[in-house]
């Protein structure tokens, strides 16, 4: 017995010197901890000065970001509501985020503007301009915010122009963790305004430096320049629009370029977006022109933007069969669907990709590959039957995709 307790004894010996051996080798303890789950990271933060010292230092987080993440959940953007609904993606079944955000504002209502690789761009507005929140203009402050770690920034204010009024078409967020661990907001503003043409610049803030820059380099457009989308792909931010071209800009070249799109199917004159956004490094598209077919193609954008390609080809038959308040009759459409696509979701085997789709009252997750589907969530009551039965709550440009991150937003 006492040869086996020796034996023991020494076995013990050399696993606690194998345990304090990679505890205090950082490269060794660093791949171990990258590849534990994100919210183990953040606990173990506690265990030690050291090991705080080690995650919260932005090689980690750099490292991390190294790791393919998948989109852990969406959160909703009710313009009814200051809540935020949100729809859980994962395996497990972890609490949302947050429901109301203030960001130490308790006065100003916070709203996300933009996710992009697991940071949230977001902007504070007086609680009576709520209903005009559409309007850059009436925002007060912007923030970055990482809603895995609960840290922010609000952004320094954006600096002054004087003389006429000038319009803020749109403010984006851009951040590659697989690049750099700093993160750049571009704000769009138009510096001189005519009938025709309207001259724009951009102001970019850069998380390095702490401040606000203007851009050398201006660009042309329309004076009701819409930027819709605002989605970050390919090292550019990305910008849809239904009348005029669709741009995208270079952020390290500052330059803004034209994005080609799809040819508009004859007979209709003006596009209709059903989807637009980016996962796992692919950038996405849906049009469908025929009253919300259940018939209809992804169409996914090239790296060299040359050209949109059909990636995935789309038959929702199966869940209007299943969920008949899907079709919604009237006199002028009697075979009109009624669903909106929330989020494509690209996974680390393509076979695994799905769409996000809302019905009236739930969520519904399909897979591109088998076309099998199954309901992800219940949305609550809204307090009127009529609308619990037939109202599409939420789009596209509601939804922002959580991707769970150690970034530091400083």
């Given at each position: 017995?006492?040869?086996?307790?020796?034996?023991?004894?020494?076995?013990?010996?050399?696993?606690?010197?194998?345990?304090?051996?990679?505890?205090?080798?950082?490269?060794?303890?660093?791949?171990?901890?990258?590849?534990?789950?994100?919210?183990?990271?953040v606990k173990f933060k506690s265990v030690s000065k050291h090991w705080l010292s080690l995650i919260s230092n932005p090689h980690f987080s750099v490292r991390l970001s190294l790791v393919p993440r998948l989109t852990a959940g969406l959160f909703l953007r009710n313009v009814d509501s200051t809540e935020y609904d949100f729809i859980n993606l994962?395996?497990?079944?972890?609490?949302?985020?947050?429901?109301?955000?203030?960001?130490?504002?308790?006065?100003?209502?916070?709203?996300?503007?933009?996710?992009?690789?697991?940071?949230?761009?977001?902007?504070?507005?007086?609680?009576?301009?709520?209903?005009?929140?559409?309007?850059?203009?009436?925002?007060?402050?912007?923030?970055?915010?990482?809603?895995?770690?609960?840290?922010?920034?609000?952004?320094?204010?954006?600096?002054?122009?004087?003389?006429?009024?000038?319009?803020?078409?749109?403010?984006?967020?851009?951040?590659?963790?697989?690049?750099?661990?700093?993160?750049?907001?571009?704000?769009?503003?138009?510096?001189?305004?005519?009938?025709?043409?309207?001259?724009?610049?951009?102001?970019?803030?850069?998380?390095?430096?702490?401040?606000?820059?203007?851009?050398?380099?201006?660009?042309?457009?329309?004076?009701?320049?819409?930027?819709?989308?605002?989605?970050?792909?390919?090292?550019?931010?990305?910008?849809?629009?239904?009348?005029?071209?669709?741009?995208?800009?270079?952020?390290?070249?500052?330059?803004?370029?034209?994005?080609?799109?799809?040819?508009?199917?004859?007979?209709?004159?003006?596009?209709?977006?059903?989807?637009?956004?980016?996962?796992?490094?692919?950038?996405?598209?849906?049009?469908?022109?025929?009253?919300?077919?259940?018939?209809?193609?992804?169409?996914?954008?090239?790296?060299?933007?040359?050209?949109?390609?059909?990636?995935?080809?789309?038959?929702?038959?199966?869940?209007?069969?299943?969920?008949p308040e899907m079709l919604f009759r009237n006199y002028v459409n009697p075979d009109s669907f009624r669903y909106s696509i929330l989020c494509l979701v690209r996974e680390e085997y393509d076979d695994d990709s799905y769409v996000v789709l809302h019905l009236s009252k739930k969520a519904i997750r399909y897979n591109l590959k088998e076309k099998?589907?199954?309901?992800?969530?219940?949305?609550?009551?809204?307090?009127?039957?009529?609308?619990?039965?037939?109202?599409?709550?939420?789009?596209?440009?509601?939804?922002?995709?959580?991707?769970?991150?150690?970034?530091?937003?400083?």
């Open positions: 017995m006492s040869v086996q307790g020796v034996k023991l004894d020494t076995s013990i010996t050399r696993a606690i010197s194998l345990a304090e051996e990679i505890a205090n080798n950082d490269d060794l303890l660093t791949e171990l901890l990258i590849r534990l789950p994100i919210k183990s990271s994962a395996s497990s079944s972890p609490r949302a985020p947050f429901k109301l955000l203030t960001l130490g504002d308790e006065s100003s209502q916070i709203m996300v503007l933009q996710s992009c690789n697991g940071l949230l761009l977001c902007c504070s507005l007086k609680a009576q301009e709520f209903a005009r929140f559409l309007d850059f203009n009436f925002f007060e402050n912007y923030y970055v915010f990482n809603p895995t770690t609960k840290k922010y920034k609000m952004l320094p204010p954006l600096p002054a122009r004087t003389g006429v009024f000038r319009a803020v078409p749109g403010i984006f967020l851009a951040f590659d963790p697989s690049k750099s661990p700093h993160y750049k907001v571009i704000c769009v503003r138009s510096i001189y305004d005519s009938l025709e043409d309207t001259r724009f610049e951009m102001l970019i803030y850069s998380s390095k430096t702490g401040g606000w820059q203007v851009s050398v380099n201006t660009f042309l457009g329309p004076f009701s320049l819409t930027l819709l989308g605002g989605v970050y792909w390919n090292g550019a931010i990305h910008w849809i629009n239904f009348w005029q071209k669709s741009l995208y800009l270079d952020v390290e070249e500052e330059e803004v370029r034209e994005m080609p799109m799809p040819p508009i199917p004859d007979g209709y004159e003006d596009r209709i977006f059903c989807y637009f956004g980016e996962s796992g490094g692919h950038l996405h598209l849906v049009e469908i022109y025929n009253n919300l077919s259940v018939l209809f193609n992804v169409f996914e954008m090239e790296k060299d933007y040359s050209k949109w390609f059909v990636k995935y080809q789309v038959d929702l038959r199966g869940i209007a069969t299943a969920y099998t589907f199954e309901t992800l969530h219940q949305f609550a009551p809204s307090g009127s039957k009529i609308r619990d039965k037939f109202a599409i709550q939420y789009i596209w440009s509601d939804a922002f995709q959580h991707i769970e991150s150690l970034a530091c937003v400083w």
